[in-house]
């Protein structure tokens, strides 16, 4: 069965940088993009941008770009999401999800990252 | 970006109702139309894709229709565990845009 599994909570302070892992399994690693999703305390779902499983190809958010990095490692079905800059905003959950080649629906979910940035 | 509205923010309904999301687009986005279920402290997870396409392993109360700028999601019948929040989201365009969400509480 397809599979995200995400790597533990971070504690940040303001102006440093997070990286979270999203490892998959269950299903060919470089048939499918990986997008991350972000959720803040109480609010709503923010799209961050994704990468493809095939190649690296990326595509980021505005709002997120020259702060993101979003790489890939298929010999070990990893992709990961690097948070540079930091500040108090950017306390959220952090979520990877897959990308469904057919309608680019998020089909299958990690089970979120707690990222906390607090002086 | 295209903006995504969903009404209304919040409701009450007690089970057995039919429950009634309205999700519009702020510009033509056909069929590219998903629904999601989240409940507190987990994921996400999708009950209808491309509109009116029901996800697999999702009850057959949850149904999607609309197209262009305009979509509902219905639950037919309000079951204890539907109570949660709903999300719409577009793949027409990137950004990929949310709707802000609506809240099925219990009455």
């Known amino acids: 069965q397809v599979q995200l599994v995400q790597s533990g909570a971070e504690v940040k302070k303001p102006g440093a940088s997070v990286k979270v892992s999203c490892k998959a399994s269950?299903?060919?690693?470089?048939?499918?993009?990986i997008t991350w999703v972000r959720q803040a305390p109480g609010q709503g779902l923010e799209w961050m941008g994704w990468i493809s499983g095939y190649n690296g190809d990326t595509t980021y958010e505005q709002k997120f770009r020259g702060r993101v990095t979003m790489t890939t490692d298929a010999s070990t079905s990893t992709v990961s999401m690097e948070l540079r800059s930091l500040r108090s905003a950017d306390t959220a959950v952090y979520y990877c999800a897959r990308v469904s080649g057919f309608t680019d629906v998020f089909d299958f979910w990690g089970q979120g990252t707690m990222v906390t940035v607090s002086s | 970006d295209i903006q995504m509205t969903q009404s209304p923010s919040s409701l009450s309904a007690s089970v057995g109702d039919r429950v009634i999301i309205t999700c519009r687009a702020s510009?033509?986005?056909?069929?590219?139309l998903h629904w999601y279920q989240q409940k507190p402290g987990k994921a996400p997870r999708v009950l209808i894709f491309?509109?009116?396409s029901l996800q697999s392993g999702v009850p057959s109360r949850f149904s999607g229709t609309g197209s262009g700028t305009d979509f509902t999601l219905t639950i037919s019948s309000l079951q204890p565990e539907d109570y949660a929040t709903y999300y719409c989201?577009?793949?027409?365009?990137?950004?990929?845009?949310f709707g802000q969400g609506t809240k099925v509480e219990i009455k």
């Open positions: 269950g299903y060919t690693f470089t048939s499918h993009y």
């Open positions: 510009q033509f986005i056909s069929s590219h």
């Open positions: 491309a509109a009116s």
């Open positions: 989201q577009q793949s027409y365009s990137s950004p990929r845009t």
